[in-house]
């Protein structure tokens, strides 16, 4: 048994995946904390970052990919230290891009949802198996790209990305047209998140990647915190809550998480503050 297991079985916590059959209450925006706490020991804490909308801002008119400036990456490296290693960052980007942005900066990291995942800064890389069903949507979605122009496809190593961007009458005849091609007999699942439609495989989330990571040291025996923005962190803020932790929404709307701060320079702050408390 190693340490996630017996900490997951002192805590009655079950494996990896099982968020998905509970319920887990929305919070509207009037019933969430401002702010969350700053007060926190470091050494008592796991801390999980979304990227795009937490650490760097999202909306770059011309999708570019971010600049991680030299601030945001010495914060990193402070807080890695003063959290003895237990920070990871969780992304719907695949590794090898999340990776370079943050070079040379190396970090815990999962991506395309918690289908690729460094356990620690210079651990081996893992991944799930890329289902069989993936490898022939590429064709079938590029056929889709003549009805609807200005649409962009993605292929990452585990997932499919139709970028849609500025175009939001799209959304619904888009999601509609790629889901047909993520029938449950696939493996496959949809994920609508901002901007775009991604194809994934169902077995995977930012949740089971929490959970992942949460069975291992350093960051077994800790109280997790996640910081996110967007649709695909709606499954971590259930795992984090269930696992007694703290679940942090960036923007508005109604969410799963407690907290709530602005954007990423609140969350850079935020960050700051947990550094000096």
């Not at 960052?89 to 090898?96: H, K, P």
Request: charged share 25%; with cysteine.
């Amino acid at each position: 048994m190693d340490d996630g297991e017996r900490w997951r079985a002192a805590r009655r916590i079950p494996p990896i995946g099982w968020h998905r059959e509970r319920h887990h209450r929305l919070y509207s925006e009037d019933e969430m904390i401002d702010r969350p706490p700053a007060q926190l020991n470091p050494q008592g804490i796991a801390l999980f970052l979304d990227f795009d909308g937490t650490l760097v801002r999202f909306d770059r008119p011309d999708q570019s990919l971010p600049v991680v400036d030299a601030r945001l990456k010495s914060l990193l490296v402070e807080l890695l230290g003063a959290l003895d290693g237990a920070l990871a960052v969780v992304s719907g980007r695949a590794l090898d891009t999340l990776e370079g942005l943050l070079a040379p900066l190396r970090l815990a990291a999962a991506g395309e949802h918690g289908s690729q995942w460094r356990m620690a800064p210079n651990a081996p890389r893992q991944s799930i198996d890329v289902s069989a069903s993936l490898r022939t949507m590429p064709a079938a979605c590029q056929a889709l790209l003549a009805r609807f122009p200005g649409v962009r496809l993605e292929v990452k190593p585990h997932s499919l990305v139709l970028h849609f961007h500025g175009q939001p009458a799209l959304r619904d005849e888009l999601a509609q047209a790629v889901g047909q091609l993520c029938l449950p007999d696939t493996g496959m699942a949809l994920l609508h998140a901002r901007g775009m439609v991604e194809i994934k495989s169902a077995d995977v989330d930012k949740g089971v990647a929490v959970t992942r990571f949460m069975g291992h040291t350093p960051f077994a025996g800790r109280t997790p915190v996640y910081v996110g923005d967007d649709v695909s962190d709606e499954r971590a803020f259930a795992a984090i809550n269930a696992l007694g932790g703290i679940s942090v929404k960036v923007g508005a709307g109604p969410s799963h998480a407690r907290f709530r701060l602005d954007d990423d320079r609140a969350v850079r702050e935020w960050l700051g503050e947990l550094l000096r408390a």
